[in-house]
């Protein structure tokens, strides 16, 4: 079996190790547009803060060692076109620029996604988006050579807020600017608007609502101002966080089945087309309680499907019912954290939903140095089925919502909940906890709700 893998980050890499550990004897070559591998993006704002030191710690596996493993690695290569009835890839190296062309029994996409970009801002040097190792390197130069004093992040979603706690601990004057009324949009606005409180609290500049409208360089083409419909802001180092675009555009028109530039697939990565798999920020993945494919380009999801590629080619198809948008969030001291269907998906499906925010400790009321703890339940009306959850607070807050995930995914309810037998002790939580006390404020509720029909 001669297996051809177009990406090598997580997605493609991890599908090729998959499969070679399921499948020994397949001859398995990785093609990579760039020079960079496996690579903990997550890291990136830590990397460019100086958290993270070296760059090799952000590297799963080198390029050396992924060829000491038998994977016949070629960077620097780029596919620019695919035969899929002749099953055959066209390939430029760009070191040499040779074109040549390469045969398929089975083809695994992981060709990962680009970062969108405003026009307001093209050509000008001081502005950067954050989507590879190179971004995050050149990000960290210009921080360190230029010393930026101001800064604008343009996009308020997971990575902006994370990278206001980046430049700020480098002591840069930074701005978010956010189109949509909230940050954080994944989240319900009921809560992600509690860590807009704290941040705005301690004096962060976060600006929902307004939208870019130009910037101005100076006389040597650096930023200078940003322009919004709002106002007008001074500059001199810009980072975009606006969203991303799969590298598809090569494949369309190809009789692959497609969403947005996004590759539809099975559970396990299968495409419509055979022999054909895909995974990572490509392709979209199956939600199981939205009951489709998604767009979620994150990390797990792209490791997730890249294993499963390779059982599915070994023959093999574990349990798997898909995802379900699971996200976690660290700013400063604080922590937000959710899984599943927030209300607003409830309402975008037609479910008969309702839910519940509550405001507990994240420890004993008599222990010492707690804190405020938020948790949010969406739920079915009729069944009480747990659809999803939300939580915010500081230090572990984030980590209480992985009982929540394993709860949606089981399909749980509130009354399962509200006295579910959760481990106890002063420092970590209350006797009742705070799941329990949710969960109980729903269930109360939904009776009085039910009463009423």
């Not at 807050?397 to 749980?412: D, F, K, N, P, T």
């Not at 481990?423 to 209350?430: A, D, V």
Request: glycine share 10%; proline share 3%; charged share 25%.
């Amino acid at each position: 079996m001669k297996v051809l893998v177009i990406g090598a980050v997580a997605a493609g890499l991890t599908a090729a190790y998959s499969i070679r550990k399921n499948i020994p004897e397949a001859k398995i070559t990785i093609y990579e547009k760039g020079n960079d591998i496996s690579y903990g993006a997550c890291g990136f704002p830590y990397y460019i803060e100086g958290l993270i030191e070296e760059e090799r710690k952000l590297i799963a596996k080198t390029s050396e060692r992924v060829k000491e493993d038998g994977l016949r690695l070629l960077l620097a290569h780029e596919v620019v076109d695919v035969d899929f009835d002749k099953k055959e890839l066209t390939v430029k190296n760009h070191k040499t620029q040779e074109i040549f062309v390469d045969a398929y029994d089975e083809l695994v996409l992981g060709v990962g996604a680009s970062a969108l970009r405003l026009p307001a801002f093209q050509k000008m040097k001081g502005v950067f988006a954050l989507n590879n190792l190179a971004d995050a390197n050149a990000i960290k130069n210009y921080i360190e050579e230029m010393k930026p004093q101001k800064a604008v992040i343009v996009g308020g979603g997971n990575k902006g807020i994370e990278l206001l706690e980046t430049l700020t601990l480098l002591a840069i004057d930074t701005q978010v600017i956010e189109f949509m009324p909230h940050i954080l949009s994944i989240y319900d606005e009921d809560v992600s608007s509690l860590l807009v409180r704290e941040l705005r609290g301690e004096g962060h500049k976060i600006n929902t609502g307004e939208k870019v409208l130009d910037a101005k360089a100076n006389e040597k083409g650096f930023v200078e101002k940003v322009i919004t419909d709002q106002g007008i802001y001074e500059a001199d180092l810009v980072l975009e966080t606006i969203g991303l675009r799969p590298n598809t555009a090569f494949l369309e028109g190809k009789g692959l089945d497609m969403e947005r530039g996004a590759i539809k697939t099975t559970l396990y990565g299968e495409t419509n087309l055979p022999h054909v798999y895909a995974a990572g920020d490509c392709a979209l993945i199956y939600d199981h309680l939205m009951e489709k494919p998604v767009y979620l380009p994150l990390g797990t999801n792209a490791n997730k499907v890249g294993k499963l590629i390779g059982l599915v080619l070994a023959g093999k198809k574990p349990p798997f019912k898909g995802v379900q948008g699971s996200a976690l969030l660290k700013v400063f001291e604080f922590e937000m954290a959710m899984t599943g269907i927030t209300d607003k998906g409830a309402k975008a499906l037609g479910k008969d939903y309702d839910s519940v925010l509550v405001r507990t400790r994240n420890k004993s009321g008599y222990y010492p140095g707690g804190s405020e703890f938020f948790v949010k339940l969406t739920y079915e009306k009729l069944t009480g089925k747990v659809l999803g959850a939300q939580v915010f607070g500081k230090e572990g807050a984030g980590l209480r919502i992985q009982g929540l995930v394993a709860s949606v995914y089981a399909g749980l309810t509130i009354e399962d909940l509200a006295y579910m037998d959760f481990g106890y002790i002063p420092p970590l939580n209350s006797v009742w906890d705070s799941i329990n006390v949710a969960a109980g404020k729903a269930v109360a509720q939904n009776t009085l709700s039910t009463e009423d029909i």
